[in-house]
């Protein structure tokens, strides 16, 4: 993928991401994509917000890690995973002042997890396509 069509896809993801992350609780639209999904493979019986919404959290953050790696070559996937622990603090930080909301420290941690998946996947392919 080229940087710009990286960026590109950054701009929309973020603001998706915002409006998630930072909008009324989606616990409705979670589940409602985790039926979907359980439709067409078979997924284990997550039925809880909490279980949910820390695969959300993981899954949330694996396309900003990519994304972030491939609109910006010149850090490296360590620093671009830094930023995303960095940004994920921040927006845990605001959604403890919205009403409604909660922020915990797991949610952070699942957060560089999936952020961790993108940043390593982009890194691995670029190593791959190096080596042939």
Known sequence: MHRTAARTLLVGYLVAAAALTLGPLPETLLFAVVDALRSVVELPRLRTAAAVERGANVVLFVPLGALLCVALPRFSP??????????????????SALPGRTSTLDDVLANGLGAAVGCTSVWWLRRRRQST
């Open 78 to 95: 360590a620093v671009v995973w830094l930023g995303c622990l960095a940004g994920s603090a921040a927006v845990e930080a605001v959604q």
